[in-house]
């Protein structure tokens, strides 16, 4: 199993900056990619960014445009969301996730999840 705990969430103003981070524990050697994923009220869960966890590969949402960036730390066993000129309709529920298995974009191919932290962005 692997453990993975969110954090930075917070409530910024448009054009602020934030960065999250998310911890994993246990059978981290296990893990193939992580991602981010978030999820705003009344809406699906969308995909935002994903990296490899050894390779270090990285890709994005089509609605990222270069305003958020993904990291690791292995050493730290931590994955990093940087979120820059964030707008109000970034607010939502900010989820990390492993993978084991395959670099995708769709949730359903992600079998670790974290509890999520709450990101708003006021006007």
């Known amino acids: 199993q692997v453990q993975l705990v969110e954090s930075g969430g917070g409530l910024v103003q448009a054009g602020d900056s934030l960065r999250l981070s998310c911890a994993a524990s246990g059978r981290t050697f296990s893990i193939y990619v992580m991602g981010w994923f978030r999820q705003a009220p009344g809406k699906e869960r969308e995909f935002v960014a994903g990296i490899g966890w050894t390779g270090g590969f990285t890709y994005y949402g089509d609605f990222v445009k270069g305003r958020f960036t993904i990291s690791r730390d292995n050493g730290k066993n931590t994955v990093y969301l940087q979120m820059n000129s964030l707008k109000p309709e970034d607010t939502a529920v900010y989820y990390c996730?492993?993978?084991?298995?395959?670099?995708?974009?769709?949730?359903?191919?992600?079998?670790?999840w974290g509890q999520g932290t709450q990101v708003t962005v006021s006007s």
């Open positions: 996730a492993a993978s084991s298995r395959v670099v995708s974009r769709l949730r359903t191919d992600y079998e670790y």
